[in-house]
């Protein structure tokens, strides 16, 4: 099982915890955010339009699950539910986004070229 994968699960069920009333005095946004730092960092993701995706998903899914709170007595708890969720995708944005501006900021490892190696990198077999 891939990292990834594992990371997502922890962010589900915390997401899913958190909604428990017992368990509230726990800082679960803390955790939810330092999961998706976590994932994000460990699993950085090279197609803009996925990281578009979690953008979008980022901004829109709090907006979205509010609407669940028409539904009698579960509502609510999926509306949470989702909210929590939400906050972990949100570590996986900043993630990307501080990923993204390193490569921008720092200068690309050239350690392909051998230019000092002689023939300007080219074999001479």
């Known amino acids: 099982m891939s990292s990834d994968?594992?990371?997502?699960?922890l962010a589900?069920?915390?997401?899913?915890i958190a909604v428990v009333p017992a368990a509230a005095m726990a800082p679960w946004a803390l955790i939810l955010v330092a999961l998706g730092l976590i994932s994000g960092f460990?699993?950085?993701?090279?197609?803009?339009l996925m990281r578009v995706g979690y953008f979008i998903?980022?901004?829109?899914?709090?907006?979205?699950?509010?609407?669940?709170d028409a539904i009698p007595v579960a509502g609510t708890y999926l509306n949470s539910i989702l909210d929590n969720f939400?906050?972990?995708?949100?570590?996986?944005?900043?993630?990307?986004?501080?990923?993204?501006?390193k490569d921008r900021v720092?200068?690309?490892?050239?350690?392909?070229?051998?230019?000092g190696a002689g023939g300007g990198g080219f074999s001479s077999e």
């Open 106 to 115: 720092m200068p690309a490892d050239d350690s392909s070229s051998s230019a």
């Open 5 to 9: 994968r594992i990371l997502t699960i």
């Open 42 to 48: 460990m699993n950085p993701e090279e197609d803009l």
């Open 12 to 16: 589900l069920l915390a997401a899913i």
């Open 57 to 68: 998903v980022a901004a829109a899914l709090p907006t979205v699950a509010n609407s669940l």
């Open 86 to 101: 939400a906050v972990a995708i949100a570590g996986i944005v900043i993630a990307q986004f501080i990923m993204a501006v």
